[in-house]
């Protein structure tokens, strides 16, 4: 951690991509800077957050394109659901941005020709692939083939099943076109490159001093020693940050991380304070891209003469259910449709990952263990320290007893501050955790041992005396796992009179104050409830691997006979009316023209489709379904759509045809 000094003090996380919605793998990063920043604010620091959605780079382009829409309304929709999801999840930002904003595009041109003007930006013409079919040349994600150098599988700027090299146009043989899958074909065209070759010996002494965890220096330290390329960063597309006097644009790894300074820039007058003298920039990222923040950005802010980071804190990599991470394989838990909307509370989640593992370390998810951890620690721990203590003191006293505090007790208090403090400064938020939990275990033990219940009937001063320890120790674990779970134990304080703290406030006693009634801080979830999610990622699961689902056996067949098939009733609708359910943000009243009859619907789409935009459109519905009742509103069909990235994709006919056709 960095120390205190007068240096200003920055924290960012990487971008989130504004190309889909927000999974557990997500918030490896993005919780444990969050509850980083609020530790330091309890000690009494100012550290200035900010992060933004990433909005430009091809795929936005792609996906755009298949959704009907602009890349603008297309990372504009995705841009405000991220800063709706952060803020669900109490990712408190000092500032949230967005890499098409024009302080962004003015920062990222600004950067460039310094860059230029210092000597480490020149032009190249080389080979790149081109596809036939779609008539354009192809940015790197959009191009698939084989590794020039170990002849793995590869994309077109990684090397990602084999040698994981950095991969640049032209080292990728046999290229295929990703969206249409036709053969692609190089073709010469002039860019332009950044000289990274010329940072060898900058990067060599500078991760010497680079703080943050040791994952992120190792990884870099092992690219500075092997051959350092030049890079290429410059696109054929007219979505993103134009290249200076081109008709290019500047590759999406250059403007994005430029995004730290320009929201530094939107969030406060003072920015160059950050960026061009001396401050302490800590950047939290996951363990994917280590390169572009350990190598890549620190070389680039050198050049343009810009402050370098400080620390690069890297998170481990994320399993569900023991599998590796993968979207296209059903290894996803979603933080909305998965978590959020079946009504758990998101400081679980963030004490799940807070208290799980190392940070650097891989991070399993599972159902069964996250269920376990909230009910054995948070529910028979935390929350019933907290709970039969206050509850006590209200049957019993009415208040907070005006008696001393055990110096013992504030002892145990102060050493556990000190253990979170030293474990904040490592990074181990898991150290963090265990040792505030340590201290919820403590109270329980001594709550017991005292055997409170007697000793109010025998000696009621004695027992006020023992109250008031456990209430000091309630106010402890209150304080000091507030950046953990904020909302939660700013409830647990707002019962003791307290409004705003600091670590330093866990060990002053507690004043005395009337109670009330407390309520409980958790609540044990259902056995059956973890079983239900269990079975729907084990059907996800096997849907995108093949493995069957969890506590189900496997299917036999996944065919359907002719005669099923016919059973169903599918038609082309039109849409003439759309508008959000009340109370819910997912879902859309949308009527329907089906042929000669009008029909309403309600389809979980609000979240990928505003409307407005819908009125008018043809689309695919299921016209014979079962009658269904969502949030109070009839539905009588279902629309049709496939799911692609975490989004729905209507089922579109490809021309105008009546309203009521059927499909044969």
């Known amino acids: 951690m960095t120390s205190v000094t007068n240096r200003p003090l920055l924290v960012t996380c990487g971008l989130p991509y504004a190309n889909g919605p927000c999974h557990i793998g997500h918030l490896r990063t993005y919780i444990p800077a969050d509850i980083y920043v609020r530790c330091l604010k309890k000690l009494r620091q100012s550290p200035l957050f900010v992060c933004g959605s990433d909005t430009h780079g091809t795929p936005i382009v792609i996906n755009a394109e298949q959704q009907g829409t602009t890349p603008e309304k297309f990372a504009a929709y995705y841009h405000r659901y991220w800063k709706d999801t952060f803020k669900a999840l109490s990712v408190d930002f000092s500032h949230y941005g967005n890499t098409d904003a024009p302080t962004n595009y003015f920062r990222t041109q600004e950067i460039v020709k310094a860059l230029q003007e210092n000597g480490y930006i020149y032009p190249l013409v080389i080979r790149l692939a081109y596809c036939p079919e779609c008539d354009r040349f192809l940015p790197d994600r959009y191009v698939e083939g084989v590794c020039l150098f170990c002849g793995m599988p590869a994309r077109g700027d990684e090397c990602d099943q084999g040698c994981g090299r950095h991969l640049e146009p ?288 025998s000696d009621k001063a004695a027992c006020a005396r023992e109250v008031k320890n456990c209430i000091q120790l309630v106010k402890a674990l209150a304080v000091l796992l507030e950046p953990v779970m904020p909302s939660t134990m700013r409830r647990v304080q707002a019962q003791l009179g307290l409004t705003s703290t600091y670590f330093s406030d866990a060990t002053v006693e507690v004043e005395p104050l009337r109670l009330s009634q407390p309520a409980l801080p958790f609540t044990k979830i259902d056995e059956k409830k973890i079983v239900e999610l269990e079975i729907t990622l084990g059907r996800r699961m096997a849907g995108g691997s093949q493995k069957a689902p969890a506590n189900e056996a496997r299917a036999t067949e996944a065919t359907v006979e002719l005669e099923d098939f016919k059973k169903m009733d599918l038609r082309i609708a039109r849409i003439v009316e759309a508008e959000t359910v009340k109370k819910s943000d997912k879902l859309l009243r949308i009527t329907l023209q089906l042929g000669d009859e009008t029909r309403q619907i309600v389809a979980g789409i609000a979240r990928d489709y505003p409307p407005e935009e819908l009125i008018g459109t043809d689309v695919l519905v299921l016209a014979n379904v079962r009658p269904a009742n969502l949030m109070g509103v009839e539905s009588h069909g279902m629309l049709l759509a496939a799911e692609y990235e975490g989004r729905a994709v209507l089922i579109r006919p490809s021309q105008k045809v009546p309203s009521g056709t059927r499909i044969r």
């Open 170 to 457: 032209g080292e990728v043989v046999d290229p295929k076109c990703k969206t249409c899958g036709a053969s692609a074909e190089y073709r010469e065209e002039k860019h332009f490159f950044f000289k990274l070759s010329a940072f060898k010996d900058f990067l060599s002494t500078y991760l010497e001093t680079l703080g943050g965890t040791a994952n992120a220096r190792n990884y870099a330290r092992e690219w500075v020693t092997n051959e350092l390329k030049d890079w290429c960063i410059t696109r054929n597309l007219s979505w993103g940050v134009p290249f200076p006097g081109t008709d290019l644009v500047v590759y999406v790894w250059v403007d994005a991380p430029i995004g730290y300074v320009s929201f530094t820039e939107e969030a406060t007058s003072t920015w160059e304070d950050y960026w061009k003298k001396e401050s302490n920039i800590i950047h939290f990222i996951g363990g994917d891209i280590i390169y572009h923040h350990a190598v890549f950005w620190p070389a680039l802010l050198k050049g343009a003469n810009y402050t370098t980071p400080a620390a690069v804190v890297a998170s481990g990599m994320v399993k569900v259910d023991g599998e590796t991470f993968s979207k296209s394989r059903g290894h996803v838990v979603w933080v909305d449709d998965d978590y959020l909307d079946h009504g758990f509370h998101p400081d679980l989640l963030r004490y799940y990952l807070a208290g799980y593992t190392s940070h650097t370390k891989e991070l399993n998810f599972s159902w069964k263990v996250f269920g376990e951890k909230v009910n054995r620690e948070l529910v028979g721990s935390l929350g019933n320290f907290i709970y039969r203590t206050l509850l006590f003191a209200y049957k019993n006293f009415g208040r907070v007893p005006e008696a001393p505090v055990d110096g013992a007790i504030i002892e145990r208090i102060a050493a556990t501050r000190e253990k979170m403090v030293s474990a904040l400064k490592e990074y181990e938020f898991k150290k963090l955790v265990d040792a505030a939990m340590s201290l919820s275990d403590f109270g329980n033990a001594y709550f017991q041992s005292k055997e409170l219940w007697n000793l109010v009937k």
